[in-house]
């Protein structure tokens, strides 16, 4: 029984104490979670420690499935990559915990949302340290089954058991890919064992397979299928639709799930199976250009949006369309350093949010708000510290990571060059949006009814001291990747090398120089759009949705998409269902026959008692008949 | 000499005469008549062949047939008074209380 | 957050939960002794097993009318026998053999040189012990529901039990047939009679349909009896190879029946009807086993017997297995009907197991067996929960219900254990018989294995869907769900959690159990598959 | 020639007869009419030297049976019975029948094969007479078929009574 | 001159049977009981000394007319059992319809008699004789409730139509005597074997087929039995359904084996049409029925369809199928019937709604013959059904069983719907029963069979095999 096994076991221990007895310990129940966690986050500090003195973990603990030559086990692979996931996840994770003792406070559910918190860092963990691509979907799965539970918390409001549905549905259309690329990796490779497969990797070098007609390469197909499953994890086009919805459930859960650990996973995947992407250029891509266009219609979006929680939801997308575009161009290491920094800027943009609803008494609508600073303070300014950071305000973590993300991008070559026009431009959008939302909230005067005004006060110790420490985390966080060009030794970068790789770097100083400036500029730009727009204009945003009304509409509505999958899929299957399938192939069709049968033996059946008169006279004709026929018969076919 | 199948001929066309009687006619009576007839046109056809074929095996058939047709007709009839007693009818068509 | 809060929290049973955690360690000590005492000593363990049911079964129709709590309490003893008796079959059974185990052979009928024969192998052995547990619970579970001729009802519902041990341990075609058809006259009683209100309609349906299946089976029978030098010894037929022609035809003949028991896709309507209307236990057998019949007959007789005509036919057996799942998940989104849906999600389930044993590899057959027993647990289980909150709210319409959640928190929680279950969580049973399933469907044909992955997705659809009408919103004020799991329904319910988590966590329990024997099995196909290419070379050269 | 002529007679004759029995709507009439062809029937068997048939035939059938027949028809007393008509509606299809089945039947006949010739030639039968040797044959050989007539009779009698006795 | 005394060994059984019937007379009249049960009991005491007899009395006698033999010592078998069973559910029943009792059961043991020779004779004019002693006890039985105007319907209807057919029998016998100078089987079949077949050896066949068609009640010479069952007392009745179609069989398999040896495809593709037929009749027909003696009539006629299948095996196989068959269907018959007796008004099909409510005993019993005439195992139908398919497949008729299985399978919803009144529909109105010792020992014993042959059919199936010829 060694440490790292534990890891993942003290938040599922947790979890089992609270589903069973968390009853009885009514509002003490979020200790044993709370100290569950703590205890995985204190041992993965150590196994951090370990692996950054170069050691890697790799070991199975039971085999889980054996049928024929197909074998997979639980076990453990804890590298550079999976290390830092287990910072993020345990350190966000514990950080959420305690706020989230204040926020859920007096909930009828409170064991409940405890517990289900635990399940879920457990099956993040799970996800992260799993060594072999079944216990990484056992993980993906299960990350998804906890947000399901989540998001659906307050299951008796309909929107939220809908965004609950919603999500793991849709996940479930990634999975389907996810899983026909885990039966591909299986059957060319013959194992599921990370180490296995990429020491395997040179069998498909260059195969291809014939897939209704094109010929496309084996490596190829399978990265993409892979790369489905995290579309579908990370809310990158088309499967981005649950992640706004998803907002129905707690904050909490917000900053945790969909915006710190769970939605990164689909990164984490990428990033993992890098040396498949690496074999293709195709994936390589898609994975780019997915993530940028992403991040740009979510930026957009971003930009209309009044629900605070769905701007920063919106954010997440994008920000996460930023990491996939990193992938994309090669540098993973960017992308997961992105992924370490953005948790905690982002899981305290939320857990702000949530302190301000919960000031706000569950009021979303940034228009009803303002001035809140004055109420509370600490909360404005973590909050905004947060958005400095997202904004890529210099030498706060957001920037660090961005700017390397940018410039790696302006590397690679062509395809690179438009990525970065695309992601400085999100850059620029990303700086307005969250300003937006800081001045809309915090400046001007309060725009809400008196009651909610005279409820208004600064959130408890529980919910803002997690804020500081994430303020902390989103300050500095980037402080380990500062590039060599700010003097910095990019610490992380090379820290990832063993696992990631690093792209070759050929641009020149200058144009290093030059990829920061813009982003700089476009940042400072996008604040300073917003400060005039809702500080020092406030009639402009009207003038403009006016000026430029449809594009308003369509951003308003994210460009219908749910829409567009309401009437192409969910009401299609439900119309065949009812009207084809229930209606006519079942009733008509096969009971038809089945009830028809017999019935038309009835009635043959009530026909032929007709002939029975009771009348003897035709029973002898009948007789008679019958002997004649016979021997007619007999005497036709008869030969001498 | 006359050929044996004139003689089963005969009776051949007697005994169907007998069965087209037995199928068309109503009365019970004569229904009853018509099988005497059948029976009778049988033993015509075995006593000849048992005259041709120089047997008596036929003619000791007769003799049971004519035992079973008397004891035959002695039923038939007293069915027939029962039937006549609790409904006046001796035509057997009108007598179909059981159908279908 | 106010909208947490709700009135029914007051009645969440915790003193009920605090009792049935001092039951558990009883019901522990229960099985583990059970499980010493049947070790030590020796019996027929098969014997036994098959008619200690059948006759406790006829005893019970000799308890007076008035005794109810007599019958009940002797059906439970009963089962909970039978299932200790049948408890070696599991630490007895040698994995490392295909060959049959516990054999037991009387002659019986010697002009026709039919024998009594029965024994299992890894392919069977575990549906005995299912179906040793499923009869306990569904004792259990109709404990207060069934009170109108309790004794015939535990009477013929340990007959069916009896004849369905008898139908997975015979190794004698005519013992099979006998207890194949025995069976359908208590379960035609157990429909018609305490069923729902359209039961006479269900059972009739149900039994013609069998019964057509079956009879072109006994025809198949018979030929095969003569082909086989007048013996109906199952593995002498095994290791006889017959020409083609006639295995193509055999094979059909034996499909009609496997195929309208399992239900394959176009001869599935009996089930929905009979599902729905069966009363609780009835539907938990139905689905629980009695369906499993079918797979295993295809398992046991079909791909054995007639090696190569499998092979040609597996393809369309695997599109029509494809069929069945889509169809079935698809038309579970029209349901309004509790049981109704479940029924045919089962249909859809039903196809994934058709699938991975037409896959004919490894994976896909080992897949398809546990993928039944878990159908058998799932499904048994969700009509099991299905049947407790019938008890309270006598209705089956879904529109019916909602925020059963709130009201019943810990039986929301054990049906959301079995949805997830049946939506193939990983970390539930579904999901290691699903995945091999598709694993090897995929390997056989990737364009079949592709569309039934479809299935899981609509299969999560209907389920959550179903789940969210049920237990999630507002309280509906039309259902009465008077109170949450009492002690009886809890522990009727939590071994099928226990095995829910136990197969998904560590499969390899069971998989051990089947691997020799589908082995075996595999063997058996392509080698006669090779016999079947020299003898079609062979024509060639004439 | 003079056979054939004196069986020609017969023949037509029984044939007639018949055919008088079947469509007499009085089966009084019927009955006389079947009187006069046993007669006829009887003859022949003379012919064929059955001279212990014949008698019987005239015995039995004339004696017996017809007498019976008589005897329901007055107990009876068929008067309205006379008036409704005599045959069924579908009478032709029956006559079809008949017909059809008698060409058949004589067709048949035609491709008959007499079987070997037994040992009871006429001179034999002549020498010791035929009743003698009837009765030989009866019952020595066909002993059990005698007796089991006799309980035909019995039946016959226990039937006849148990039927028709008045209702109790 | 001496009359030489023939051995009368072979045919005691016989003689037992004839001497207690007509004794029966006597005695009912010098006896001044009241109650006539003992009647009865002399019947079975009779029938049991027959029992004992039959073994014990093999062999040929009366000049080679009539030979005791494993065949006909079956059949015998199966005539006794259903004479005991017909008079243990005649005993009370008699009274309800006011029956001359002496009559009434010398009567069934003349007719018993009757069938008796018949499964003995070996020469066509004994067979004759046999068949008509069989006939006319039926036709007396069947309207020996004289005052009841369907009974006389029945017992004319019968009657004349059996004469009819008797009189086929009769002409096709002249003409075989015509063309072999003999009426012992083994002598004609001897004697056509030399001669090639000729169309007046078929058109006596096809009389002699047509005869025995009507006995057997198969169609289209079916058409008197739904009336005729209906009509007559419902215990003749379940005597009629059982015996004197044995005894067609019994005849069948002697005389068409033997006789008409050289015409065998022939007649086999004729019973193969009559087979069809007839299942397709009395199945479809049984199905619309709502009186349940008329539905048990058809379902009787559909029997007899599949029975014929053994028959047009062929081969010893297949006879011994009919004879396993015949008895069982004896016992699962005749305990229908004996329900049908019990329950007042049991005729129509309403009767039993409910009837597991008011009489669970009964009505178990009952669903125990539904399933067993069904042929579902683990009852004995299913063992006579798998024998005659098995005899069926082995001679290559496999496409004739296949036809069989359908119709089988139509006759399960009749059944089935008898089950369905008695428990799943609710009760009308309280029916009353009349059970008696009798009466419930008869239940015990066929149900009794029923379980036994189902679970243990080597105590039938592999008896005849020893004792076959």
Not at chain 3, 228 to 237: A, C, G, I, R, Y
Not at chain 4, 84 to 100: C, K, N
Request: overall charge neutral; hydrophobic content about 55%; some cysteine.
């Amino acid at each position: 029984m060694d440490k790292y096994l534990l890891i993942p076991l003290l938040p599922l221990i947790g979890f089992i104490i609270n589903i069973w007895f968390g009853k009885f310990f009514q509002d003490k129940c979020h200790w044993i979670s709370i100290l569950a966690v703590f205890g995985s986050f204190v041992i993965s500090l150590f196994t951090f420690v370990e692996v950054a003195q170069g050691k890697v973990i790799n070991y199975d603990v039971y085999s889980w499935v054996i049928s024929g030559n197909f074998k997979v086990s639980i076990g453990f692979l804890i590298d550079q990559l999976t290390a830092i996931m287990l910072i993020v996840v345990t350190s966000v994770s514990l950080l959420v915990h305690i706020y989230s003792v204040g926020y859920m406070h007096g909930d009828t559910g409170y064991y409940r949302f405890f517990s289900y918190l635990n399940l879920f860092t457990f099956s993040m963990l799970m996800l992260v340290t799993g060594n072999n691509l079944l216990q990484l979907y056992f993980g993906w799965e299960a990350v998804g089954l906890c947000s399901y539970f989540l998001i659906g918390y307050y299951f008796k409001k309909e929107s939220a058991a809908d965004a609950g549905k919603k999500a793991f549905i849709v996940n479930r259309f990634g999975d389907f890919g996810f899983g026909i690329g885990v039966f591909m990796v299986f059957i060319y490779l013959e194992t599921l064992h990370y180490t296995d497969i990429f020491a395997n990797l040179h069998i498909i070098q260059g195969q291809t397979i014939n897939v209704l007609g094109l010929e496309i390469g084996l490596p190829t197909l399978i990265a993409l299928l892979l790369f489905c499953g995290a579309i579908g994890k990370s809310a990158q086009l088309p499967l981005h639709v649950w992640l706004a919805d998803a907002m129905e459930g707690p904050t909490p859960v917000s900053a945790l799930i969909h915006a710190a650990t769970m939605v990164t996973a689909g990164v984490f995947l990428v990033a993992r199976f890098n040396p498949l992407f690496n074999m293709s250029e195709t994936a390589m891509l898609v994975v780019a250009f997915t993530g940028a266009i992403t991040s740009l219609m979510a930026a957009t979006i971003a930009l209309v949006q009044n629900d605070i929680k769905r701007i920063v939801a919106y954010s997440t997308v994008s920000q996460l369309g930023y990491m996939f575009l990193a992938c994309g161009v090669g540098a993973y290491g960017a992308g997961i350093f992105h992924l370490f920094t953005h948790a905690y800027f982002k899981a305290l943009l939320f857990l702000g949010a949530g302190s301000v609803m919960h000031a706000m008494g569950g009021q979303l609508d940034i228009q009803k708000m303002g001035g809140l600073r004055k109420y509370m303070p600490i909360t404005f300014a973590t909050f905004l510290l947060a958005s400095f950071s997202i904004a890529g305000i210099p030498g706060l973590a957001g920037f660090f990571s961005k700017d390397e993300i940018l410039w790696l991008a302006y590397n690679a070559g062509i395809s690179g060059k438009i990525v970065w026009g695309i992601g400085t431009v999100v850059a620029g959008l990303t700086a307005f949006y969250s300003f937006r939302v800081i001045f809309l909230t915090f400046f001007g005067k309060f725009r809400g009814t008196d009651e909610e005004k005279h409820h208004l006060h600064e959130s408890p110790g529980s919910m803002t001291i997690p804020l500081m420490l994430l303020a902390i985390g989103a300050v500095t966080a980037g402080w380990v990747g500062i590039p060599p060009l700010l003097g910095g030794g990019n610490w992380i970068g090379h820290f990832f090398e063993p696992v990631l790789g690093h792209p070759n770097v050929t641009a020149t100083h200058a144009e290093e120089w030059m990829v920061i400036a813009i982003s700089v500029a476009v940042a400072v730009g996008g604040i300073f759009t917003a400060a005039v727009m809702y500080v020092w204009a406030p009639g402009l945003p009207l003038l403009l949705g006016r000026a430029f009304k449809p594009i308003y509409t369509v951003l308003w509505n994210k460009y219908y998409f749910d829409e567009l999958y309401d009437y192409t899929i969910v009401r299609p299957t439900k119309w065949v269902a009812s009207r084809i399938l229930v209606g006519v192939t079942d009733a008509k069709i096969i009971e038809g026959i089945v009830n028809g049968v017999p019935k038309m033996i009835g009635e043959f059946g009530q026909r032929l008692r007709k002939l029975q008169t009771g009348v003897l006279q035709h029973y002898e004709i009948g007789m008679a008949l019958g002997f004649f026929v016979i021997v007619s018969i007999v005497f036709i076919f008869f030969k001498q | 000499m006359v050929p044996l199948e004139w003689y089963i001929i005969l009776s051949a066309v007697i005994f169907v005469i007998g069965l087209t009687g037995f199928i068309v006619r109503r009365n019970i009576i004569i229904m009853l008549i018509c099988i005497e007839l059948m029976l009778n046109a049988v033993n015509l056809s075995l006593i000849a062949f048992s005259h041709y074929l120089q047997d008596l095996k036929g003619q000791i058939l007769v003799f049971f047939t004519i035992t079973v047709a008397a004891a035959e007709a002695a039923i038939g009839l007293a069915i027939l008074v029962a039937l006549y007693r609790n409904k006046a009818v001796v035509d057997a068509d009108k007598i179909s209380e059981m159908k279908g | 957050m106010q909208t947490g809060h709700d009135s029914h929290a007051a009645q969440v049973p915790v003193n009920t939960i605090a009792r049935t955690l001092l039951y558990i360690p009883a019901a522990i000590a229960f099985v583990y002794l059970g499980a010493i005492f049947s070790v030590q000593i020796d019996y027929q363990v098969l014997s036994w097993v098959i008619f200690l049911p059948i006759i406790g079964g006829f005893m019970l129709f000799l308890i007076p009318r008035k005794q109810e709590m007599l019958a009940r309490g002797a059906s439970l003893f009963l089962s909970l026998v039978a299932f200790v008796l049948s408890l070696p079959l599991y630490l007895n059974f040698d994995k490392t053999t295909a060959k049959m185990q516990f054999t037991e052979t009387y002659d019986w009928i010697p002009s026709w040189s039919i024998k009594y024969a029965v024994g299992v192998d890894g392919i069977s052995v575990l549906f005995v012990l299912l179906s040793t547990l499923l009869t306990i619970l569904c004792v259990t579970v109709s404990w207060t529901a069934i009170t109108d001729r309790v004794k015939e009802f535990y009477g013929s519902l340990l007959l069916i039990e009896g004849s369905m041990i008898g139908v997975f341990c015979s190794l004698d075609l005519f013992l099979f047939y006998i207890f194949w058809e025995a069976m359908l006259i208590p379960m035609y009683i157990l429909i018609g009679v305490w069923g729902g209100p359209n039961r006479v309609y269900a059972a009739i349906k149900f039994f013609l349909f069998t019964l057509v299946g079956s009879l072109l089976m006994l025809i198949g029978i018979i030929v095969l009896y003569y082909y086989t030098n007048k013996s109906f010894d199952v593995l002498q037929m095994m290791n006889t190879n017959y020409p083609y022609a006639l295995q193509l035809i055999l094979f059909w003949a034996f499909f009609a029946a496997f195929a309208v028991k399992v239900p394959m896709f176009p001869v599935h309507t009996w089930l929905p009807d009979a599902h729905t209307e069966a009363p609780t236990a009835g539907s938990v057998i139905l689905a629980g086993i009695l369906i499993k019949m079918g797979a295993y007959g295809f398992l046991r007789f079909s791909i054995p017997l007639f090696p190569e005509a499998a092979k040609a036919m597996a393809p369309l057996m695997i599109v029509l297995s494809v069929i069945a799942i889509i169809y079935g998940a698809v038309i579970c989104l029209a349901q309004s009907d509790l049981k109704r849906l479940i029924a045919y999600s089962s249909v859809s389930h039903m196809g994934f197991v058709t699938l991975g044993i037409f896959a004919l590899n490894m994976q896909g057959i080992q897949g398809g067996i546990l993928q039944m027993i878990n159908h058998g647990i799932v499904t048994g289980a969700l009509f099991l929960s299905v049947g407790i909150i019938y008890e309270r709210t006598h209705t089956r319409e879904i529109s019916n219900y909602g925020g059963a959640a709130t009201a019943m928190p810990v039986y929301a929680a054990f049906f959301m254990v079995f949805t997830l279950a049946s939506i193939g969580l990983p970390g539930t049973n579904g999901f290691i018989g699903e995945f091999l399933i598709l694993l090897g469907g995929f390997m056989a044909w990737k364009l079949m294995g592709i569309l039934a992955c479809t299935g899981i997705i609509l299969g999560a659809g209907y389920m959550l869907w179903l789940y969210q009408r049920v237990f999630f919103l507002e309280t509906n004020l039309n259902a009465h769900y008077n109170g949450d799991v009492n002690e009886r329904e809890f522990l009727t319910l939590l071994p099928l959690v226990v095995l829910v988590l136990w197969i998904g966590v560590y499969p390899n329990t069971f998989l051990s159990f089947m691997e020799v024997s589908v082995q075996g099995l595999i063997d058996r196909v392509n080698m006669a598959g090779q016999q079947q290419l020299t003898q079609n070379i062979i024509e060639v050269i004439k | 020639m003079l056979p054939q002529i004196i069986f020609g007679y017969f023949a037509i004759v029984m044939v007639v007869l018949s055919v008088l029995i079947v469509t007499r709507k009085n089966p009084v009439h019927s009955v006389l009419w079947m009187l006069v062809l046993f007669f006829h029937i009887a003859a022949i068997y003379l012919f064929l030297n059955a001279e212990f048939i014949a008698a019987v035939q005239i015995i039995l059938y004339a004696g017996a049976i017809l007498v019976l027949f008589l005897f329901v028809i007055m107990m009876l007393n068929l008067k309205h019975e006379v008036t409704s008509d005599r045959y069924i509606g579908e009478w032709p299809i029956g006559v079809a029948l008949g017909l059809s089945i008698m060409l058949f039947v004589i067709f048949a006949i035609t491709k008959l094969v007499p079987g070997p010739l037994g040992i009871y030639t006429i001179e034999l039968v002549q020498e010791e007479t035929h009743t003698k040797a009837i009765g030989k044959v009866l019952y020595i050989e066909y002993l059990l078929p005698f007796i089991i007539a006799s309980l035909i009779l019995l039946i016959a009698i226990v039937g006849a009574i148990v039927l028709a006795k008045k209702r109790t | 001159m001496n009359i030489p005394f023939p051995d009368i060994t072979p045919i005691i059984p016989e003689i037992i049977v004839a001497l207690v019937a007509s004794a029966l007379l006597l005695i009912e009249l010098l006896a001044k009981d009241k109650t006539k049960d003992y009647l009865g009991l002399i019947c079975i005491g009779a029938a049991l000394a027959t029992f004992y007899m039959i073994p014990l009395s093999q062999g040929i006698t009366f000049s080679g007319m009539f030979v005791s033999d494993g065949y006909s010592s079956y059949f015998k078998f199966i005539f006794l059992i259903s004479l005991v069973l017909t008079v243990l559910i005649s005993f009370k029943f008699l009274d309800r319809d006011n029956v001359e009792h002496g009559e009434y059961y010398s009567l069934l043991m003349f007719a018993t008699a009757g069938m008796m020779i018949m499964a003995s004779a070996v020469d066509l004019i004994v067979l004759y004789v046999g068949l008509e002693l069989m006939a006319l006890s039926t036709y007396i039985l069947a309207g020996i409730k004289r005052n009841d105007i369907k009974s006389n319907e029945a017992a004319l209807k019968y009657f004349l139509l059996g004469a009819f057919s008797s009189s086929f029998l009769l002409f096709g016998i002249s003409l075989l005597y015509g063309m072999t100078a003999s009426t012992n089987i083994f002598q004609i079949a001897e004697f056509l074997k030399q001669g090639e077949v000729s169309y007046t050896l078929l058109i006596a066949m096809i009389m002699v087929v047509c005869a025995f068609a009507f006995k057997i009640a198969a169609a289209p010479f079916h058409m008197w039995a739904p009336d005729v069952y209906e009509g007559a007392p419902t215990t003749v009745t379940a005597f009629m359904s059982v015996g004197p179609k044995a005894a067609g069989f019994a005849v069948i398999g002697r005389v068409f084996f033997t006789a008409f040896e050289t015409v065998q495809p022939d007649w086999t593709a004729i019973l193969i049409g009559l087979a069809i037929l007839t299942m397709a009749v009395g199945n479809i027909l049984a199905i619309v029925q709502t009186n349940i003696k008329r539905m048990l009539a058809y379902s009787s006629i559909a029997h007899a369809g599949y029975v014929l299948l053994g028959i047009i095996a062929g081969t010893t196989e297949g006879l011994n199928a009919v004879m396993v068959y015949l008895l069982i269907y004896a016992f699962m018959n005749i305990g229908a019937f004996a329900i049908v007796i019990i329950l007042d008004k049991g005729a129509d099909i309403k009767a039993y709604n409910g009837l597991s409510k008011s009489h669970p005993v009964i009505a178990a019993i009952m669903l125990v013959f539904m399933f067993s005439l069904t042929g579902i195992p683990p009852t004995a139908g299913f063992i006579g059904k798998f024998n005659i398919f098995m005899a069926a497949i082995n001679s290559g008729y496999t496409w004739v069983v296949v036809v069989a299985v359908f119709f089988s399978s139509i006759s399960a919803y009749y059944y089935m719907r008898i089950v369905m009144n008695m428990y799943m529909k609710p009760m009308e109105e309280e029916i009353a029963i009349h059970p008696n010792p009798a009466n419930g020992a008869a239940l015990l014993i066929t149900l009794l069979m029923i379980f036994v042959i189902g679970i243990m059919p080597s105590v039938v199936v592999g008896y005849t095999f020893q004792m076959f010829m």
